[in-house]
């Protein structure tokens, strides 16, 4: 009675039965090794299987040898009356879960300008919350082809497309365009507006001694000016403007400050040369014949003189003159004796002037 209670049924009677040899012992072990390894399998497989009955999910065969490696399971047209949402299946049984169509609202969203925007389609892979506002518009379809893109404006509050550049992103804004230059205006140099528009006028001077052809006697003093010779007039281009008409061989003299003396004036003979494509301005001093001063304006040979007359006298007074002036070429009577000279009617730019003698 002891014996029969304290014996362990479990145990396999031949594994302690001294009749059994020693690799008959060992077959039985590994037998009940590897049965025992069957069990925990099951057992493991069971636990899966129940796991995926809980959450809802089906386990899903693989597809027959004769169907594509991946396949599309057909999606429910609501979610409601589907249990579970379109499935991705391969050969192998992998799953891969899409995100589920979103069902519409009665009312149509809000777009970013504040317009109510169209319900977007169903789709089974994208959902209308991950679609972005599209700008592009390319038109309806064509047999030969479909148009290219037109680029339409966003509202002007809308804000930026996610992935576009910032240089397409300001190209896109009308206005951001409108209120950047272009390359060409930011380095082309703005057009300088003339200040003042040379108009016909009238002119009184004093009376102009002649001879008996009605030629100007010469030398004829005229202010501080006295004019040696008038010259003659050029049709060619550059020697004239709306304002002053430049003969060749105009000669006039004048007195101004020294360039070498502070204390003593000295007499200037300008006078106008040909240069070919332009005149040529020439003043000469009479301390010092030995060295012309020659420019291609009258504001340019004069103005270095200025300089020299104030450099030499400690003068900080501006070197700033109107060439023209110093010689003679902007005094009406000067100008009226350049108006009638031949030609000086035919220039194309210059704007005549009207003077009356002892008016």
């Known amino acids: 009675?002891?014996?029969?209670?304290?014996?362990?049924?479990?145990?396999?009677?031949?594994?302690?039965?001294?009749?059994?040899?020693?690799?008959?012992?060992?077959?039985?072990?590994?037998?009940?090794r590897e049965r025992v390894e069957d069990e925990a399998r099951e057992a493991r497989r069971q636990t899966k299987r129940s796991r995926g009955v809980a959450k809802g999910k089906e386990p899903v065969a693989p597809p027959a040898p004769s169907?594509?490696?991946?396949?599309?399971a057909p999606a429910p047209q609501h979610l409601g009356e589907a249990g579970t949402p379109p499935l991705l299946v391969s050969n192998k049984g992998a799953r891969l879960r899409l995100k589920p169509p979103v069902k519409p609202s009665a009312e149509p969203e809000a777009g970013p300008s504040g317009n109510r925007r169209a319900p977007s389609p169903l789709s089974p892979i994208i959902s209308p919350a991950d679609e972005h506002t599209s700008y592009y518009n390319s038109g309806p379809y064509t047999p030969n082809g479909v148009p290219p893109p037109v680029l339409v404006p966003p509202p002007a509050n809308s804000p930026p497309l996610p992935g576009l550049s910032p240089s397409l992103a300001a190209q896109a804004s009308p206005a951001a365009s409108a209120s950047r230059p272009s390359e060409v205006q930011r380095h082309a140099k703005p057009k300088r507006l003339k200040a003042h528009t040379v108009t016909s006028k009238n002119f009184s001077i004093p009376t102009v001694p002649r001879d008996k052809k009605g030629r100007p006697l010469l030398p004829l003093n005229v202010g501080i000016m006295t004019v040696v010779n008038l010259g003659e007039v050029c049709m060619r281009e550059h020697f004239h403007t709306e304002r002053y008409i430049f003969p060749v061989g105009y000669e006039v003299t004048r007195r101004y400050h020294s360039t070498v003396d502070p204390t003593s004036e000295a007499v200037y003979h300008c006078s106008i040369l040909d240069g070919g494509?332009?005149?040529?301005?020439?003043?000469?001093?009479?301390?010092?014949?030995?060295?012309?001063?020659?420019?291609?304006?009258?504001?340019?040979?004069?103005?270095?003189?200025?300089?020299?007359?104030?450099?030499?006298?400690?003068?900080?007074?501006?070197?700033?003159?109107?060439?023209?002036?110093?010689?003679?070429?902007g005094q009406n009577t000067i100008k009226h004796l350049i108006q009638e000279l031949p030609n000086a009617d035919r220039l194309r730019d210059y704007v005549w002037q009207h003077f009356v003698e002892g008016g």
Do not use: C
């Open 1 to 32: 009675m002891v014996e029969d209670e304290t014996d362990d049924h479990n145990v396999d009677p031949l594994l302690t039965s001294r009749h059994v040899g020693p690799l008959a012992r060992k077959r039985a072990e590994e037998e009940y």
């Open 67 to 72: 169907q594509p490696l991946m396949a599309l």
């Open 277 to 329: 494509d332009g005149p040529k301005f020439q003043i000469v001093a009479s301390d010092v014949p030995d060295r012309p001063m020659i420019a291609g304006t009258a504001t340019g040979a004069w103005s270095t003189i200025v300089k020299q007359a104030n450099a030499i006298r400690n003068r900080q007074h501006s070197n700033s003159v109107s060439g023209p002036d110093f010689f003679g070429l």
